[in-house]
């Protein structure tokens, strides 16, 4: 048992099941200024119980033996004020240390699938996507590691009016130009060249005719246009990958379920939503007009499912996705993170995912799916991040230059290190920097993308994070004893030792509640309290040099643990942890 929290809630709720025979009851416990936590059950059930709370709070009290833990004191209006024994924090951090889950607990399995980055093909990964890939890959992390059956889907924009322009360029200048080559160093321009053909009136719109012809075999999986379009979309994989490599970020091939996937069940999405009487043609196009969906002056608001020539949508794709996610996949919960620009898309996909009976089990339980809103990345004029020429900016460029801004920092502090230690480490700090900062607000706010102040080493930063580990390390390297190995006993004395007990103990119930509520932030904002709480103890508390052998192997544990934890927490927000920096 080391989540101290449950244990305290248990012993609670047994002891108002004692004074007043109400079983389950919250025990309410709140964070205390005077104590470690406080139960302040007796004020919400006084009412009830007909007691005023200091009685109700006295009798549950009367009940409560927590003498194995620490002590409870009854105070204010009827708080019951509980402060735990330093016996006992020693004990959790032995089991902390025994515990290759470091306290994460193992939750009831759910299968969970995760729509994350989700770029389109011959397009730049811009800045918006950098925050869906790192966002839905720390969520993933941390899902699975509390248990959970994670599918990763990586919706590309892989299908399309656009395709049979790009296939037709592509054909024309040939698979092994220079210009191919583009779909994997630089789509935009790739695409940028496709589209000026497309646009060029000189021919008398006779390459855009031919593009327009091109999308008809396309969609008629001609095979001959089907063979360039898969090698199209090879190319632009590497790009993809080329990022995911950089970023650290789990998704592989395996992982692309893009909009092409969806393309054979679109018909039969149109054809399942009439005859359930959802879907009516209107002007021309088949629409679902769902529930609580107004425009401007209370007209219903349409859902396009098949536009009036035929084609299909973004809405008809999510509204396949849905549908073969929790009926195929057999989803518990389905998870979107994408921009918080389409809220409303994903709402109305969602509310006619439920009229069609999509959602709903045959045991009659319900698939929940969520929108986890993707706020934007500012530039420091507070508008979207762009190039001083008004493009958007390129990821792979934000990304080069976060890692040689943080090489001009180690090649400083750390001139003794190889040129290939020194590219290693700012390889691992200038990205961590970066997802650092983008994991430490919550997903749905914006921030503005500031280098310099990302790759700061005070502060909650990456670096900061980052620089505590390496640093514990090197306590270890100093003392001569492998971090694994120091397992003794921790006595709990100092101020500091205990902060930072307490603190390591908060972890698995911290990782629980960031898969819960999805919001990897307070994942972020524990390290860095965690962080702190080492620094404060490192401060206080001399290791290599305390006073006798046992406190020096009582604190080499506890910074041990620290490590660990530190470590585990990093890897589930995806950062290097550097051996040294
Ligand atoms: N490719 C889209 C974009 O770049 C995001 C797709 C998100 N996923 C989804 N199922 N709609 O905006």
């Given at each position: 048992m080391l989540d101290a929290a449950s244990v305290l809630s248990d012993r609670v709720s047994a002891a108002i099941e004692a004074a007043?025979?109400?079983?389950?009851?919250?025990?309410v416990l709140r964070p205390s200024q005077f104590a470690d936590t406080q139960a302040n059950a007796a004020l919400a059930l006084a009412k009830r119980i007909g007691k005023n709370p200091r009685d109700a709070a006295a009798a549950i009290n009367d009940h409560l033996d927590l003498s194995d833990v620490g002590t409870v004191e009854v105070s204010g209006p009827g708080f019951l004020n509980i402060t735990v024994g330093p016996e006992w924090i020693s004990g959790q951090i032995a089991a902390l240390l025994a515990d290759d889950r470091l306290g994460v607990p193992l939750q009831e399995r759910r299968t969970i699938p995760v729509d994350y980055s989700a770029p389109n093909v011959a397009k730049e990964m811009h800045v918006g996507h950098l925050r869906t890939t790192i966002v839905g890959d720390a969520l993933v992390r941390t899902l699975e590691a509390l248990g959970h059956h994670v599918i990763r889907q990586?919706?590309?924009?892989?299908?399309?009016?656009p395709f049979g322009m790009l296939i037709e360029h592509y054909l024309e200048v040939g698979a092994d130009s220079a210009e191919a080559a583009l779909l994997a160093t630089d789509p935009n321009a790739f695409y940028q060249a496709a589209r000026a053909k497309f646009d060029g009136a000189d021919d008398g719109g006779a390459w855009a005719v031919r593009a327009r012809e091109r999308v008809v075999q396309l969609q008629a999986k001609e095979p001959a246009t089907i063979e360039i379009w898969h090698a199209m979309i090879e190319r632009s994989k590497d790009y993809f990958h080329r990022i995911y490599d950089a970023l650290d970020?789990?998704?592989?091939?395996?992982d692309l379920a893009g909009e092409s996937t969806y393309d054979p069940m679109l018909a039969d999405v149109c054809t399942e939503l009439e005859d359930l009487g959802l879907a009516v043609v209107s002007e021309g196009a088949l629409c679902v007009f769902p529930e609580g969906f107004t425009g401007r002056e209370g007209t219903p608001l349409p859902l396009i499912?098949?536009?009036?020539?035929g084609g299909y949508g973004y809405a008809t794709t999510d509204l396949a996705t849905i549908r073969h996610r929790a009926?195929?996949?057999?989803?518990d919960e389905i998870l979107y993170v994408v921009g918080a620009s389409q809220a409303l898309h994903f709402r109305m996909i969602f509310a006619t995912a439920r009229a069609a009976g999509w959602l709903t089990r045959e045991d009659g339980t319900e698939v929940v799916p969520v929108h986890v809103q993707i706020g934007s990345v500012l530039g420091e004029d507070g508008k979207i991040l762009r190039t001083r020429s008004g493009a958007p900016l390129r990821l792979s460029w934000l990304l080069e230059e976060a890692v040689e801004k943080a090489g001009a920092a180690v090649a400083e502090s750390r001139p003794d290190l190889s040129a290939d230690e020194r590219a290693d480490i700012a390889r691992q700090v200038g990205i961590g920097a970066v997802k650092y900062a983008d994991l430490?607000?919550?997903?749905d706010t914006d921030y503005i993308f500031d280098l310099d102040r990302m790759l700061a080493?005070?502060?909650?930063t990456g670096p900061y994070l980052q620089y505590a580990t390496a640093r514990i390390r090197s306590i270890f390297r100093k003392a001569g004893v492998e971090p694994a190995t120091a397992r003794e006993t921790v006595a709990v004395v100092e101020p500091t030792e205990r902060t930072l007990a307490l603190a390591l103990l908060r972890y698995g119930a911290t990782v629980a509640e960031v898969g819960d509520a999805r919001v990897p932030h307070r994942l972020a904002g524990y390290l860095f309290e965690l962080a702190q709480a080492f620094t404060s103890f490192y401060d206080a508390c001399p290791v290599l040099?305390?006073?006798d052998a046992a406190t020096r192997s009582s604190r080499l544990a506890l910074t041990a643990a620290t490590l660990a934890v530190l470590e585990h927490g990093l890897d589930l927000l995806g950062m290097r942890s550097p051996e040294q920096m």
């Open positions: 007043f025979g109400l079983a389950g009851e919250d025990p990586n919706h590309i924009g892989d299908w399309g009016t970020v789990t998704l592989t091939d395996a499912v098949r536009k009036s020539d009926r195929t996949l057999g989803a430490s607000v919550a997903h080493l005070t502060g909650s040099t305390a006073p």
